[in-house]
């Protein structure tokens, strides 16, 4: 069972940036797949982006770039770079991992944007 620590989240200010923080329990190249999605105040969870074991990220159209997953892979974690962040980018956030067929989330973690 992959195990997911996320930290990182927190209050900023529109147009600020904030890093999430998501570490692994085994080795990145263990996964099919891993990234984030996020859950707005009284909206379903989207996805934001994803990575692949091999290959490039995708993004959702919305977070283009302004959001950039970062991967290190001696570390076993990966990272949501979040600029130029907007209000409608509060939420939950919350790390993921795929692997065998079964995905593996971690428990979350807010971020506020506002003045």
């Known amino acids: 069972q992959v195990q997911l620590v996320e930290s990182g989240g927190g209050l900023v200010q529109p147009g600020g940036s904030l890093r999430l923080s998501c570490a692994f329990s085994e080795s990145i190249f263990s996964l099919n797949a891993m990234g984030w999605y996020r859950q707005p105040p009284g909206k379903q969870r989207e996805l934001v982006g994803t990575?692949?074991?091999?290959?490039?990220?995708n993004y959702a159209d919305s977070v283009k770039g302004r959001l950039t997953i970062v991967r290190d892979n001696a570390k076993n974690t990966i990272y949501l770079q979040m600029n130029n962040l907007k209000p409608e980018d509060t939420a939950i956030y919350y790390c993921y991992a795929n692997k065998s067929g079964m995905n593996y989330w971690g428990k979350g973690t807010l971020v506020t944007v506002s003045s």
């Open positions: 990575i692949f074991r091999w290959g490039s990220p």
